[in-house]
């Protein structure tokens, strides 16, 4: 049976709606208000309350190792509570390491939160630091598409923010992690959820030799 992340503002199927602005408020202002699909669905006030008030106390990988990159450990506490939320939401046989999520945005943008590339398979522009294709953002809010709950409603423009963004990006790869189960017949290792995630067939490929170095050396701190 699906529960609320002790996280969240609202019950499951609903979702936290910001209050109109007034002069002198402070905090979250607003209230539930429900989907009318009764899929789970989170917005970015939601994602930035979760991590400004919950990140800051988490301990644990992933390792402060630059890898170096100008701004290598500057994500490290966004890393460390996306992983810990979606592992939450989706517990498993193997949760998702944040080193290996941290070895991934090395390999996506190289830790460059606002970067914007034209996608090579047809999916339009990738943003930000896990690179969320523009047709990866549409599902992940798209209540009649093919997420069965538990949605991420961030636009565009929202996902050149780091917080965000990796919220999204996890939430993408747990995703992604099904679909690769599905053809393999078997639970997906996360490193075969990466090559899904990244388009990859062969794990030979030069960017996964190099995720795979990074994320042994982040495991190895």
Not at 43 to 54: D, F, G, T
Request: charged letters at 30%.
């Amino acid at each position: 049976m699906k529960t609320k992340h002790k996280w969240r503002l609202c019950p499951l199927g609903e979702y936290w709606k910001r209050a109109h602005p007034r002069k002198g408020t402070k905090g979250v202002k607003g209230h539930c208000a429900k989907n009318p699909t009764k899929k789970d669905q989170i917005y970015s006030v939601e994602l930035e309350y979760i991590a400004e008030k919950y990140f800051d106390k988490l301990k644990g990988p992933p390792s402060n190792n630059t890898l170096k990159y100008p701004q290598g450990n500057k994500f490290d506490k966004l890393i460390r509570g996306w992983c810990k939320y979606w592992n939450d939401v989706f517990p498993s046989d193997e949760p998702l390491d944040p080193n290996m999520v941290k070895a991934l945005i090395a390999t996506e943008s190289g830790f460059r939160a606002t970067i914007r590339i034209k996608d090579g398979k047809g999916q339009g522009y990738a943003t930000g630091l896990m690179q969320v294709t523009d047709t990866t953002q549409k599902i992940l809010c798209d209540e009649k598409g093919e997420l069965t709950d538990h949605l991420v409603n961030v636009d565009q423009k929202e996902l050149k923010n780091p917080n965000l963004n990796i919220a999204a990006g996890t939430r993408w790869l747990f995703r992604k992690r099904e679909i690769a189960s599905s053809s393999l017949g078997r639970n997906a290792s996360w490193e075969e959820t990466i090559m899904k995630y990244k388009g990859y067939k062969d794990p030979n490929h030069e960017q996964m030799v190099k995720l795979r170095n990074l994320y042994k050396r982040l495991k190895d701190e």
